[in-house]
Every structure is written in C-alpha cells, then in structure tokens.
C-alpha cells in the first residue's frame, strides 16, 4: 500500500512470470504539490530481456518527469528503448488544481477511472509499442472528481466486472486484496496493477 503526505492512495501489486526473479512490468510513480505522474511499462514478452526494455523506459520517465507535455516524456520513453526488445506504456499525469488528468496509453495496458460525473472513464490506447521508430503520441485529457478511484493493470491480469471494484465502498486496501485473489499463485505472464484514489 504506497500512501503519500498529500493523501494519495494506490495499492500496488506485482506478480511475475512463472515467479521468476525478472519480471517485464515496471512502475513508476512520482507526486508533489501539483499532481501525480504515474507509468506501467510492460516489457516485450518476459524474463531479463523485457525487464531491461521496461526499465530504460521507467529511467527515461524518472529523467524527463519535469516536462510539462506528457506528449514529450513519452517520446524521451521511447527514444529510450531504440536497440532494446520495445515496450508498452500507459502514463499518466494529474493537475490537483484543475482536477484535470492527461493520459497516454501505446499498447495493451489498460485504465480505468471513475469520472467527475461518477460515469466509467475507459481510454483507448494507440496500438503498438515504444520501441525507439518515430511515432505519433496522442494524449487524452479527462475530469475527475476528489476521491475518484482507478486501475491500471498489465495484461497479465484478467479482470472481469471492473465496475464493481472502482464503485466499491470497501477502502482501497481491501479492494486491492479482492483483485488479487484473481491472480494464480503461479502466474503464466507478468501480471502488474494499481488499484487507487485520487486526492481527497
């Protein structure tokens, strides 16, 4: 359970691969005074391979964090894995002020959000993966409320029902303990999610 001094809440669950020391998924997440920046990263395929390609990205994120375009931190991510087996990324910043999140999303990770209007926030991802070739970065800008829930997960994770965890009225904690419970001990992919609330 990762809880911040500015009353962020996210649980955090990783599995990996045949329980594998290396595991392809990587997180990063950053908060201060002014927002969130929160990544997924999903390495190609499993192993040592795909844990090198999703942390070059993470790095990248970590270096480039005080860019104001999220656009331009994906694109420093994805100049970070040219030679490297590629990767998929969801990425995602708020604006407490405004209440505002930006997402990016390139490949099959998936995220959920409850909106301002308590309606279901499901943002499609560009299709491919960061792999170093010049692409177009499309970013979304959506509203949310304090106290809004989400969930992004690798897709290691099938999840069916999503709704019923992000309108839960068990804490945070207790909802990350119910996703999990879908998790087989022995996972045949990496299997990554966050499970949180928005500041209050």
């Not at 990205?57 to 005080?66: G, P, R």
């Not at 087996?85 to 409850?114: E, H, P, S």
């Not at 996703?179 to 299997?191: C, F, G, L, M, R």
């Amino acid at each position: 359970m990762w809880q911040s001094d500015f009353d962020t809440e996210v649980y955090v669950f990783q599995r990996a691969k045949h329980l594998q020391r290396h595991c392809g998924d990587q997180i990063f997440l950053k908060e201060d005074a002014t927002g969130v920046l929160c990544a997924l990263v999903d390495g190609l395929g499993s192993g040592k391979e795909a844990e090198k390609a999703a942390k070059a990205v993470v790095e990248a994120i970590d270096a480039n964090s005080s860019l104001k375009s999220l656009a331009d931190i994906v694109a420093r991510s994805n100049e970070a894995v040219a030679g490297l087996r590629g990767a998929a990324i969801a990425i995602w910043r708020t604006d407490w002020a405004k209440q505002k999140l930006i997402y990016c999303g390139i490949g099959n990770i998936r995220f959920f959000m409850v909106g301002e209007d308590d309606e279901l926030v499901y943002p499609i991802s560009s299709t491919g993966f960061l792999s170093g070739r010049r692409q177009k970065i499309r970013t979304q800008e959506f509203s949310y409320r304090p106290g809004s829930r989400f969930l992004m997960h690798s897709d290691g994770l099938t999840l069916a029902g999503i709704k019923k965890y992000l309108y839960a009225s068990a804490n945070i904690e207790n909802t990350g303990h119910c996703i999990e419970s879908n998790v087989a001990e022995v996972p045949e992919d990496d299997v990554t999610f966050l499970m949180g609330k928005m500041k209050c």
